[in-house]
Structures are given as C-alpha cells and as structure tokens.
Antibody, heavy 124, light 107 residues
Framework: EVQLVESGGGSVQPGRSLRLSCTGS????????MSWFRQAPGKGLEWVAF??????????EYAASVKGRFTISRDDSKTIAYLQMNSLKTEDTALYYC???????????????WGQGTTVTVSS | DIQMTQSPSSVSASVGDRVTITCRAS??????LAWYQQKPKKAPKLLIY???SLQSGVPSRFSGSGSGTDFTLTISSLQPEDFATYYC?????????FGGGTKLEIK
C-alpha cells in the first residue's frame, strides 16, 4: 500500500523550531518530488514547500510566507522528507500535510498521495 | 502569482442531482488544473488532473473540463459520499495555488 505518514508536530512558542518528518512506503520514494501543504483550522489549503527528486537536483521551492524560515529536505535512503521550521509564528498554526507529486518529465499534475497530517500549534 | 477563484463557495444539492463547480485562473494555465475532494477531518483526495483526466480509482460520475482560464468539475449524479469540500489547484507553476473551496451540502 502506498502511504505517507507525518510526524513531529506539536505545540511550541513563537520563535522556536520544529522539524516535521514524512515517511513514505509502498513506492520508490526517490523517484518522486514531494511537497508540504498546510491547512489552518477552518481554512483552505495552502502550499508550503516543494522538493524535486534527485534526478532533478533535489531543487526546492517555497511559499513566500515561509521562505527563509522553513527548509524542505529529503533522505531517499530512509524514504523520509523533512520540513525544518524555524522562527515559528502564530500564523504557522495548522495541520501540515506531506504529499507525493504526480509528475512526468518535470511537469507536475497534482498531489496524488497525502498523509494524514500532523498538527503544529504556535502559541505563547 | 496565479490566483484561482472558485464558485460557488457553497452549494446545496440532493442525491441524484447533477452539480457543476467552476474555477477560474487569473492567467492562462493551459490544462494544468487539478481537483481535490476533502471530507471533514480527512486529507484531500486527488480526483482530476490535467483538467480532465480521472485519477485512478475515482468514480466516473466525476468529470472535469476546461482549458486556459476557465475550468469545471461536474458530478453527474450525486451520491451520499460526495458531500464534501472541493478545491481546484494549479499544480505546475510556483507558488502552487488553490481556489478557496466549494462546500457541497445536502439539501
């Protein structure tokens, strides 16, 4: 079964850091781009970060709201994608989803596998 | 950034009805458009990609159409399990962006 499982969420104070992990199984993890999204309570979906596969240099993209504070990375040997979140703000409070990207030759069609999400709460 | 605008924001319908949701992009995106379904307390699920291609395992009552800036998601005959929130997304140009969502409720 193709699966993504997030972990690492929790409650932190503003300005602190947190690292989310996303463990993939049931597919060749290294062949896929991966992406993180978030959803604040009662709100819509927001893209956060994106990392291409090794074949595309593991290059990354970030939403403007997190650029310079968050870092996406991957360890294909462990089939894990990470989201390092520094200088957290109250507005980062959300349910964070890890996704697998449906792609062909560098074109992206959507997110075809989603994890169950991990909750991040930033509050003093 | 490409803005995605969905309408309506909510719609009430009955089992067996035909429902259409629209999504408009602020600039031309060819057919780079995906549709997702999200049920309460659940992760989104990819329904349609490339504007009109049905994701594996998705019932054929779901269909998508459009190109350029205007897109539609149609559910041909609503089933009880279809009551959910639907999002469009442009997945191929950064920053990736979503429409605001359409909540489909039981009439």
């Amino acid at each position: 079964e193709v699966q993504l499982v997030e972990s690492g969420g929790g409650s932190v104070q503003p300005g602190r850091s947190l690292r989310l992990s996303c463990t993939g199984s049931g597919f060749t993890f290294g062949d896929y781009a991966m992406s993180w999204f978030r959803q604040a309570p009662g709100k819509g979906l927001e893209w956060v970060a994106f990392i291409r596969s090794k074949a595309y240099g593991e290059s990354t993209e970030y939403a403007a709201s997190v650029k310079g504070r968050f870092t996406i990375s991957r360890d294909d040997s462990k089939t894990i994608a990470y989201l390092q979140m520094n200088s957290l703000k109250t507005e980062d409070t959300a349910l964070y989803y890890c996704t697998r990207v449906k792609a062909t030759r560098g074109d992206y069609y959507g997110m075809d596998v989603w994890g169950q999400g991990t909750t991040v709460t930033v509050s003093s | 950034d490409i803005q995605m605008t969905q309408s309506p924001s909510s719609v009430s319908a009955s089992v067996g009805d035909r429902v259409t949701i629209t999504c408009r992009a602020s600039q031309r995106i060819s057919n780079w458009l995906a549709w997702y379904q999200q049920k309460p307390k659940k992760a989104p699920k990819l329904l349609i990609y490339a504007a009109s291609s049905l994701q594996s395992g998705v019932p054929s009552r779901f269909s998508g159409s459009g190109s350029g800036t205007d897109f539609t998601l149609t559910i041909s005959s609503l089933q009880p399990e279809d009551f959910a929130t639907y999002y469009c997304q442009q997945p191929n140009s950064f920053p990736l962006t979503f429409g605001g969502g359409t909540k489909l409720e039981i009439k």
